[in-house]
Structure formats: structure tokens, C-alpha cells
């Protein structure tokens, strides 16, 4: 699978196009803002849009999901529907960090573990990993060893868990269980910040230790 990473909003969040380099077909994935900017990239890429998948319910991930899903009339994937009380309580979201209006969200599919989304000829698989928020997943490209990892691990750090119904035990326990078993030749793409892989993170992310 090939990736692209877009750094949108004033958080520097990873807006990443993923897509399958046989037939094209891409899925975007957290677009938290900048729509036109996004539009631009994608246009260079010559890919074609396929879905947006979320992987939770932040404003600063899910921010232009909506318009994007209409000017590409394509559909919202995901996160897990633990997160529905963030994606409903997105414009007090908005007023909180100085965004615009962001209207509540529904997406078309809620994604629950263990299920696959595919892009092209790439299948993603869908692993739970709540902590920074309880519906929180991520998506695994397992044959082409590529994590979209959200919010929940980074380059050196982890996600806060001190926003409502976060937990930091759940937070590590899912990095523990769910991520570092992948494998450590995986390379992940965060919601923030350079990319890694679990091994580095294994060895050397403080919070790991």
C-alpha cells in the first residue's frame, strides 16, 4: 500500500491518502481540516477517492470529513461506535479549539474489531485500541507491514488520555496487546508527528518501558 501524509490544521495532524498502487483506488484517512488543501493533494496524486476512514472522534481527525464525503460523493468509515458521543458533540468541540462550525457527524459504517475495510486490492484489518478515546481503532495493512495508528502511539510518545472516557492503562494495555505483537518491522503513521516503527518504539519510547 502507498501512503501520502497531508499535515492539516494548527495541530499538525496526519491527514494520510492511502492507495492500492495496482488499481489506484485510495481511502483518506482523518481529514481533521484544510478541505481544499486535501482536494489539491489529491488531485496531484492521481487516485482516485474511494472513502474516508476515521479512526476516532476528534475534531482535529474528523473536522472535514463531511465535506469531503460530499464533494467526493463518497462514504465515512469507522471509528468504533464507542466514539458516537464525540462525533455528536462536535461543535462544542469546534468552540472549545477555536474551529469553525462543525456540524455532529454520523458515519455510514461504525467498524468493530476484527473486521477488514478494502482499498483496492489492499486489506486492511481493524484492531480496537481504546485509551486515548474508547472507540479508537486502527488499520493494518498486514502484507505490506502498515499501521495507521491514530492517536494512540507516536515518534518517542503515546495519546493523551485525559479527555473524557480516556485511560492511560487502557491506552498502553492496547499498545501492549494489539500493536507491538504486529511486529517490529511494522512502520506506523501516527496522527502527529514523524512516522516510526514499533520495533524503535518498542525499544525506546519512554512510556513503553
Given amino acids: 500500500m502507498n501512503y501520502h501524509i497531508i499535515p492539516v490544521t494548527a ?10 498502487p495496482e488499481t ?17 493533494e489529491i488531485a496531484a496524486l492521481n487516485v482516485e477517492l474511494k472513502q474516508i476512514l476515521l479512526t476516532h472522534g476528534h475534531l482535529d ?30 461543535p462544542t468541540q469546534s468552540q472549545m ?12 459504517r461504525w467498524l468493530e474489531e476484527g473486521e477488514t475495510v478494502s482499498v483496492g486490492n ?7 485500541c481504546p485509551g486515548h478515546t474508547p472507540g479508537h481503532i486502527v488499520f493494518f495493512d498486514r502484507v505490506g507491514r502498515l499501521l495507521v495508528s491514530g492517536d494512540v502511539i507516536f515518534n518517542g510518545g503515546v495519546g ?6 480516556g485511560s492511560h492503562s ?32 518498542r525499544i525506546s519510547n519512554p512510556f513503553l518501558q
Avoid: M
Fill in 97 to 108: 479549539f477555536g474551529f469553525g462550525y462543525c456540524a455532529p457527524l454520523t458515519p455510514d
Fill in 61 to 90: 481527525h474528523v473536522g472535514a470529513a463531511a465535506e469531503l464525503a460530499e464533494h467526493y460523493g463518497v462514504k465515512i468509515v469507522g471509528p468504533h461506535k464507542a466514539d458516537l458521543f464525540w462525533l455528536e458533540g462536535l
Fill in 160 to 165: 493523551r488520555s485525559d479527555f473524557p472516557q
Fill in 170 to 201: 487502557d491506552l498502553i494495555a492496547s499498545i501492549h496487546t494489539k500493536l507491538l505483537p504486529l511486529g517490529d518491522d511494522v512502520t506506523f503513521i501516527p496522527g502527529h508527528g514523524p512516522i516510526s516503527t514499533l520495533g524503535r518504539e
Fill in 24 to 40: 489506484r483506488e485510495a481511502a483518506l484517512v482523518d481529514p481533521g481540516g484544510d478541505a481544499d488543501k486535501i482536494k489539491q
Fill in 11 to 20: 495541530f499538525s495532524q496526519n491527514c494520510s491518502v492511502i492507495w492500492c
Fill in 122 to 128: 489492499v486489506t486492511l484489518e481493524v484492531l480496537l
